[in-house]
Structure formats: structure tokens, C-alpha cells
């Protein structure tokens, strides 16, 4: 998903998912992608609240906006 909060807004555009730790905790990952060096920068990981959780259950899944 992308995050097009003003406040979080970058160039290239911040993006995020929620995903299971190896513990089996959930974590909110932060990145940013640079598509010409194809590579990734996390900008931070937590654990996610209520809202990005269900935010994360129903948005599309894709790759790209």
C-alpha cells in the first residue's frame, strides 16, 4: 500500500504492509523503493494498531498505484 499522508509523503512514494514476524507477531513495514537502483530503504517497522489492520484487510493487494 502507499502512504499519501501529507506529513509522510516522499519521492519516491513511502509504502507499507503488514506481515508476521518469526515469532508470529504482526509488524508494519515502512519502505521506500528506488526503481533505478531497484532497491529498498525500511524507513521503520512496528506493530500495527487496529485502524492499519483493517486498513491492510481490505485495500488491493497489487505492486504497483
Known amino acids: ?3 499519501d499522508r501529507e506529513e509522510h509523503k516522499t519521492d519516491p ?3 507499507w504492509f ?3 514476524d518469526d515469532t508470529g507477531k ?3 513495514v515502512c ?3 528506488f ?3 531497484r532497491a529498498f530503504e ?3 517497522a512496528y506493530p500495527p ?3 492499519e489492520i483493517e486498513i491492510y484487510k481490505i485495500a488491493p493487494q497489487r505492486a504497483s498505484p
Do not use: G, V
Request: a negative charge; charged letters at 35%.
Open 49 to 51: 494498531n487496529e485502524t
Open 42 to 44: 525500511i524507513k521503520t
Open 35 to 37: 526503481p533505478e537502483d
Open 13 to 15: 512514494p513511502t509504502r
Open 1 to 3: 500500500l502507499f502512504d
Open 26 to 28: 504482526l509488524i508494519k
Open 31 to 33: 519502505f521506500i523503493y
Open 18 to 20: 503488514i506481515a508476521e
